[in-house]
């Protein structure tokens, strides 16, 4: 019985890891992207917002992480809410900044900043050019 247990897990285990070779890994570009300093702040404070699933903590803490400096050198530069701010966003982090800002609840008067928002990523990846 404990020979069949073995035999299959290493079965399992050896289709895993083939499974896992075949995957070809897509990097996705980095993003230039300009957003208002308020639009900025608006999605940093409202990840809280966010609802996750166990498997995109470390996304999530990823995007927390990446913002967070930002943020802190626009309180530092006292940078206005009007202020453009440009970054340059990892591909990875802008696709889940994207999905989660996707996710946030906000209030009905912050649409507008969160859609700024949002097409402020959007333009930045159209304006990337594909790789030959």
Do not use: C, W
């Amino acid at each position: 019985m404990r020979i069949i247990k073995l035999a299959v897990l290493a079965l399992i285990l050896s289709t895993v890891t083939m499974f896992a070779q075949d995957k070809t890994e897509t990097k996705i570009p980095d993003l230039d992207v300009t957003f208002l300093a308020g639009d900025l702040a608006l999605v940093y404070t409202n990840l809280a917002t966010v609802e996750i699933k166990g498997e995109e903590a470390q996304a999530f803490v990823d995007v927390q992480t990446f913002l967070k400096p930002h943020i802190e050198n626009m309180v530092a530069n006292k940078t206005k809410t009007d202020d453009p701010v440009k970054i340059k966003v990892g591909g990875q982090i802008a696709q889940n900044l994207f999905t989660f800002a996707n996710r946030m609840t906000i209030k009905g008067g912050e649409a507008t900043s969160l859609v700024r928002f949002k097409k402020a990523l959007l333009d930045a990846a159209g304006a990337v050019k594909p790789a030959k």
